[in-house]
T-cell receptor, first 116, second 112 residues
Framework: DAGVTQSPTHLIKTRGQHVTLRCSPI?????VSWYQQVLGQGPQFIFQYYEKEERGRGNFPDRFSARQFPNYSSELNVNALLLGDSALYLCASSLVGSISGANVLTFGAGSRLTVL | GEDVEQSLFLSVREGDSSVINCTYTDSSSTYLYWYKQEPGAGLQLLTY?????DMKQDQRLTVLLNKKDKHLSLRIADTQTGDSAIYFCAESPFYGNNRLAFGKGNQVVVIP
């Protein structure tokens, strides 16, 4: 079975540009979360989507947006890129979005964004 | 709020045990996790512990939780070269939510 797949794996943008990152969850997983991992740091939560609705948002500016599609895949969009947006963007999927249990997330390998 | 702290670097000889420590601040955390990240890869969930437990063992991994001190540790027995990676602890401060708060990570280097 395929795990969480993300595309592109690497990309380079310049300041002010826009980027779209894509994520396909594990088959049957209805929840997708996005995390930003700056070099040398732990991942920081950006968004969670469940059944196409936003269920949580981290402390990120409005330049960051996301959506989830009927097939549960997701896109993360970042507008007006800044140098500080350079990071590894990780997508994680889980079986359910809000239950009384451990949040077992399966992560993809990430999309490495470099902003010049 | 969430604030997870970890030490940065650990060197260990193959076959020895390694212990990685983590402290957290949010006493409402329900689950605490250990993730492993190898170079160029995403995060792999190793194990997790529910906050009403104080120990969990899973093969070579032992997790200890001290809720009073908000201290979490991961012990890896018989450390192998394949254990070389960065290890992150994380907490779920929001019940039933996928918002995990991660520490900065602890790099473990296993010397053959």
């Amino acid at each position: 079975d395929a795990g969480v797949t993300q595309s592109p794996t690497h990309l380079i943008k310049t300041r002010g540009q826009h980027v779209t990152l894509r994520c396909s969850p594990i088959s049957g997983h209805k929840s997708v979360s996005w995390y930003q991992q700056v070099l040398g740091q732990g991942p920081q939560f950006i968004f969670q989507y469940y059944e196409k609705e936003e269920r949580g948002r981290g402390n990120f500016p409005d330049r960051f947006s996301a959506r989830q599609f009927p097939n549960y895949s997701s896109e993360l969009n970042v507008n007006a890129l800044l140098l500080g947006d350079s990071a590894l963007y990780l997508c994680a999927s889980s079986l359910v979005g809000s239950i009384s249990g451990a949040n077992v997330l399966t992560f993809g390998a990430g999309s490495r964004l470099t902003v010049l | 709020g969430e604030d997870v702290e970890q030490s940065l670097f650990l060197s260990v000889r193959e076959g020895d045990s390694s212990v990685i420590n983590c402290t957290y601040t949010d006493s409402s955390s329900t689950y605490l996790y250990w993730y492993k990240q190898e170079p160029g890869a995403g995060l792999q969930l190793l194990t997790y512990i529910f906050s009403n437990m104080d120990m969990k063992q899973d093969q070579r991994l032992t997790v200890l939780l001290n809720k009073k001190d908000k201290h979490l540790s991961l012990r890896i027995a018989d450390t192998q070269t394949g254990d070389s990676a960065i290890y992150f602890c994380a907490e779920s401060p929001f019940y039933g939510n996928n918002r995990l708060a991660f520490g900065k990570g602890n790099q473990v280097v296993v010397i053959p």
